[in-house]
């Protein structure tokens, strides 16, 4: 369930790189707000995991919602004169929820024209400011430029949403961009500790393996394997074109990392090594979210990797 040459959160296209030495990931569900699903094991709703403290809430100071931070972490609802909108600062917790926004241009206009982009116009990811509870959606729009996401149960506590999206028209005709804004779930929330970083993990009865030493702003291989019982997995199949989804959080002020694949897709016959060039702009701890999928079935994976 995971899916650069740099850290720009913006997709590449898949050409073939090398392997490097040791570290693990896990992710959350990807879907459209239709086949939206939630990661195994990652605490995103009320029941299964305590949500993290809202007092947490970016590290701006601002009110939820409303965050002009540097755009470089994906961390600013604004870039380049377009902005990203909501007109709720809170959802419910305990259930469902229906997440309605809007990317405006630079002429104050909803921006209805998106390019496609590993097979979607608009990628949304959820997360938790303890980065536990990843969503990752495809949500539908409206002929008015409003999309809604349709949200998993949430627990309580601050969430950071980032709309990932290229528009298809305009001056910035093909450039990618990733907006991002808080939004608050009432109720008492406790933050969960970040796991320590490791080697590997378990999803699904997969194994899944991460080599490669990461320092801050230095580009990197970075390789990921996937095994069953002990044997190599040779049958991932694509997934938003590629086969892997991996996207990175970092621990404190959850910066984001869209980070792809090298490996080439060659019909349902992907594994068992899948190679990244990554590049990740900050030492720290960073939660790594890998989305793959067999027989039809989409996995998550998600793990803590420090880079030095």
């Known amino acids: ?23 693990a990931l896990t992710l959350a569900a990807c879907g459209s707000s239709s086949d939206s699903s939630s990661m195994p094991g990652m605490d995103h709703g009320i029941k299964s995991s305590a949500a993290s403290s809202p007092s947490a809430t970016a590290s701006t100071g601002d009110m939820p919602g409303m965050d002009h931070m540097a755009d470089g972490n994906r961390l600013s609802d604004t870039q380049d004169g377009y902005r990203l909108t909501s007109s709720g600062q809170s959802l419910p917790a305990g259930k ?11 002429d104050g206009k909803p921006v209805t024209s998106f390019a496609i982009d590993q097979t979607k116009r608009m990628h949304f990811y959820a997360i938790r400011s303890d980065l536990t509870g990843f969503q990752h959606l495809h949500p539908a729009m409206a002929v008015d430029g409003t999309w809604t996401a349709d949200l998993a149960s949430l627990a309580p506590g601050s969430w950071r949403t980032f709309a990932s999206f290229t528009p298809d028209s305009g001056a910035d005709k093909g450039k990618d961009f990733v907006l991002s804004r808080t939004v608050t779930v009432p109720g008492q929330a406790a933050k969960t500790p970040l796991p320590p970083a490791a080697g590997s993990t378990q999803v699904d009865g997969y194994t899944v393996t991460v080599k490669g030493e990461l320092m801050a702003g230095m580009a990197h291989p970075l390789t990921v394997s996937v095994a069953k019982d002990g044997k190599p997995v040779t049958e991932l199949q694509p997934y938003l074109n590629t086969y892997a989804h991996l996207t990175a959080f970092h621990e404190g002020d959850a910066a984001f990392a869209h980070l ?35 027989g039809g079935k989409l996995h998550t994976a998600a793990l803590t990797l420090r880079v030095g």
Do not use: I
């Not at 469902?96 to 630079?106: D, L, N, S």
């Open 260 to 294: 792809h694949p090298t490996t080439k897709v060659n019909e349902d016959h992907g594994g068992p090594d899948l190679s990244f060039h990554a590049e990740l702009p900050t030492a720290g701890n960073w939660r790594l979210f890998l989305q793959f999928q067999t």
């Open 96 to 106: 469902q929820a229906a997440y309605r926004f809007t990317v405006t241009g630079p």
């Open 1 to 23: 369930m995971f899916s650069s040459s740099r850290f720009t959160l913006r997709r590449r296209p898949l050409a073939a790189v090398g392997a490097a030495a040791a570290l």
